[in-house]
Structures are given as C-alpha cells and as structure tokens.
C-alpha cells in the first residue's frame, strides 16, 4: 500500500460509523482496517463508539439489568 491511499484520521473517524453499521465497501473498510491497525487515537475512538453502540443495542433489546441479574441468580440457585 503507498503512502497515497493512507486515509487521514479525519476521513477515519468521519468513516467510522458507516464502518460500525457495515454499510461501507470493502475497499474503505480495509483502509480503515489497516489504519485503526496503526494509530492508537483512532483505535480508541472506534473501540469507544463500538462499545456505545453494543450498549444502545442490549439496552434495547435486553431486559433490564436488573430482572437480568434476578434471573441467572435464579438459575445459580438451582445448581
Ligand atoms: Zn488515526
């Protein structure tokens, strides 16, 4: 890969969550790939973002931690 089709970490993070939702082409993908590879601060954010999103989503879709927690209690103490 030559220097010329390195993204910038501007492109990157302005990329990110089109990377997240995997609705970017392949080609990009690598690109960031290789650049979240390489440079920490984008690693960070992308980890960052990634981690919200993992949030936004079980705290949508799961029930709330609570009852979660009641119910694997309930499970343990079946054992
Ligand atoms: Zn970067």
Redesign the pocket.
């Known amino acids: 890969m030559t220097e010329q089709e390195r993204?910038?970490?501007d492109e990157?993070?302005a990329s990110l969550l089109e990377y997240l939702d995997g609705e970017i082409d392949d080609a990009r993908r690598a690109l960031i790939d290789d650049?979240?590879a390489?440079?920490r601060?984008?690693?960070s954010?992308a980890e960052f973002e990634r981690a919200l999103r993992d949030r936004m989503r079980s705290l949508a879709s799961a029930p709330p931690p609570d009852s979660l927690r009641r119910r694997l209690k309930a499970i343990i103490d079946e054992f």
């Open positions: 993204m910038h970490c990157v993070v650049h979240l390489e440079c601060g984008c690693f954010r």
